[in-house]
């Protein structure tokens, strides 16, 4: 009965030690979170201005599809992304991050949104371009899965209690 005792106070104190380690593990990559969602919104903004702004001359008529597409999807975007750097700073003062459905959806979709425009405005400069941003985005997240999975499996190697 006392080794059952024991065992089950074990348990409970390692449980413990866990729970507080996956908290504070918790609470890193929040942070990081936040840092990164705030990078690609400026990001996407400051490209989108870059895109359009050749466009801002040219009157509406004289746009192809792919150059219509392009201002159409930064017209979206911008407004949203920056609403959300905005939110993003607040989320950051309060250490944690919205769990409101819609401004999930408008996450999403503003970033889709962003990436539509990067593609549609290399196209309109040329469709191999616009390929190439298509292929490269393959090769960027695929990088990035496979990186981020590589450090979080060598830190949760190092840092297991």
């Avoid at 908290?23 to 989108?48: C, H, W």
């Avoid at 196209?123 to 960027?140: D, K, N, Q, R, S």
Wanted: aromatic letters at 6%; glycine letters at 8%; one cysteine or more.
């Amino acid at each position: 009965m006392d080794e059952n005792i024991t065992n089950e106070a074990t348990w409970r104190q390692k449980a413990a030690a866990q729970v507080e380690w996956w908290r504070k593990r918790s609470a890193g990559m929040q942070e990081e979170s936040l840092r990164q969602d705030n990078m690609m919104y400026g990001a996407l903004i400051a490209i989108g201005i870059v895109l359009v702004q050749p466009f801002l001359t040219s009157g509406a008529a004289s746009l192809d599809l792919s150059a219509q597409i392009c201002v159409i999807a930064f017209s979206l975007a911008i407004p949203l992304l920056s609403a959300l750097i905005v939110l993003n700073r607040q989320e950051t003062l309060r250490r944690r991050e919205s769990k409101s459905v819609f401004v999930q959806i408008a996450k999403q979709g503003s970033l889709g949104l962003g990436y539509i425009g990067v593609v549609a405005g290399f196209w309109h400069i040329m469709p191999i371009a616009g390929i190439a941003i298509l292929v490269g985005t393959v090769v960027g997240l695929t990088v990035q899965s496979v990186g981020y999975v590589r450090v979080e499996q060598d830190d949760d190697a190092q840092t297991t209690p």
